[in-house]
C-alpha cells in the first residue's frame, strides 16, 4: 500500500513539474540564453587575455633573438682577436638564450594553439547564441498561437511542438564544452609525454641532442673562424 502511494505522489510531482515547465517555458529559454551570453562573455575575456598574453611572449622571443645575434657578434669578435676566454663566456650565455629561446618558442606555439581553438570556440557559442534568440522568437510566436486557439478552444494536436522545442533548445544548452574537452586532452597528453626523460637521456649521450650547449656553440663559431 504505502509503495502504491509513493508511485501515485511522485506521478503527481513529475505531472506538477512538467506543468510549470510548460507555464513558464518561454522564461526558462530567456534565462538559458542570458546564461548562455554570460558564458560567451566570460570566454572572449580569456580569449583577450590570451592574446594579450601570445603578444607579450612574442615581444620577448624577438628580444631573446636579437640578443643571441649581437651576442654571437661579440663572440666571433673576441674569437678573431685570440680572447678564447671572453668567446667562451659569450658562447655559454649563447647557449642559455638558445636553449630559453626553444622555450618561448613552444610556448608561443601553444598559445596560438590555444587562441584559434577558444575562437573558433567562441565563433560557434555566438552562432548558437543567435539560433537560441531565434528560436526563442519562435517559441513565444507558438505560444501567442496556442493562447488565441485556446480561446477559440481549438488547441488539440499543437502542444506537442513548444514541448518539443524546449527539449531541443535545453538539449542544446547543456551539451559539453568541446573546447574545454581539448583542454582537458592536452593536459593529458603532456603529462604523459615525458619530455623531461627525453632530455635527461639526450645529455647523457643516448639519442639525438635536444638542446644547444656552450660546446656546440664554441664548435660553430670555430668552424665559421676556419672556413673565413
Known amino acids: 500500500?504505502?509503495?502504491?502511494?509513493?508511485?501515485?505522489?511522485?506521478?503527481?510531482?513529475?505531472?506538477?513539474?512538467?506543468?510549470?515547465?510548460?507555464?513558464?517555458?518561454?522564461?526558462?529559454?530567456?534565462?538559458?540564453?542570458?546564461?548562455?551570453?554570460?558564458?560567451?562573455?566570460?570566454?572572449?575575456?580569456?580569449?583577450?587575455?590570451?592574446i594579450q598574453r601570445q603578444r607579450s611572449e612574442e615581444r620577448q622571443r624577438e628580444s631573446l633573438k636579437n640578443r643571441v645575434t649581437d651576442m654571437m657578434d661579440r663572440a666571433q669578435e673576441a674569437l678573431n682577436k685570440g680572447r678564447d676566454d671572453l668567446a667562451a663566456e659569450a658562447a655559454q650565455a649563447?647557449?642559455?638564450?638558445?636553449?630559453?629561446?626553444?622555450?618561448?618558442?613552444?610556448?608561443?606555439?601553444?598559445?596560438?594553439?590555444?587562441?584559434?581553438?577558444?575562437?573558433?570556440?567562441?565563433?560557434?557559442?555566438?552562432?548558437?547564441?543567435?539560433?537560441?534568440?531565434?528560436?526563442?522568437?519562435?517559441?513565444?510566436?507558438?505560444?501567442?498561437?496556442?493562447?488565441?486557439?485556446?480561446?477559440?478552444?481549438?488547441?488539440?494536436?499543437?502542444?506537442?511542438?513548444?514541448?518539443?522545442?524546449?527539449?531541443?533548445?535545453t538539449r542544446v544548452m547543456g551539451r559539453d564544452d568541446p573546447f574545454e574537452q581539448s583542454e582537458i586532452l592536452c593536459d593529458i597528453d603532456r603529462d604523459l609525454g615525458h619530455e623531461t626523460l627525453t632530455d635527461r637521456m639526450a645529455d647523457q649521450g643516448f639519442g639525438a641532442a635536444t638542446r644547444t650547449t656552450a660546446d656546440d656553440v664554441l664548435a660553430r663559431l670555430k668552424n665559421s673562424n676556419k672556413s673565413a
Not at 557559442?125 to 534568440?133: A, E, P, S, V
Open 1 to 50: 500500500m504505502f509503495k502504491t502511494l509513493s508511485t501515485l505522489i511522485a506521478g503527481v510531482n513529475a505531472r506538477s513539474e512538467d506543468r510549470v515547465r510548460d507555464a513558464f517555458a518561454i522564461e526558462l529559454i530567456d534565462q538559458k540564453i542570458r546564461e548562455a551570453e554570460t558564458s560567451l562573455k566570460a570566454a572572449k575575456a580569456t580569449l583577450a587575455s590570451l
Open 94 to 169: 649563447v647557449a642559455q638564450m638558445e636553449n630559453e629561446l626553444t622555450i618561448r618558442n613552444e610556448t608561443c606555439d601553444r598559445l596560438d594553439q590555444k587562441v584559434i581553438r577558444l575562437r573558433n570556440s567562441i565563433e560557434a557559442g555566438h552562432r548558437r547564441i543567435i539560433d537560441l534568440k531565434q528560436g526563442a522568437i519562435q517559441a513565444r510566436a507558438v505560444r501567442r498561437e496556442q493562447a488565441i486557439q485556446s480561446k477559440l478552444s481549438s488547441t488539440i494536436g499543437h502542444t506537442s511542438n513548444v514541448e518539443e522545442a524546449e527539449e531541443l533548445i
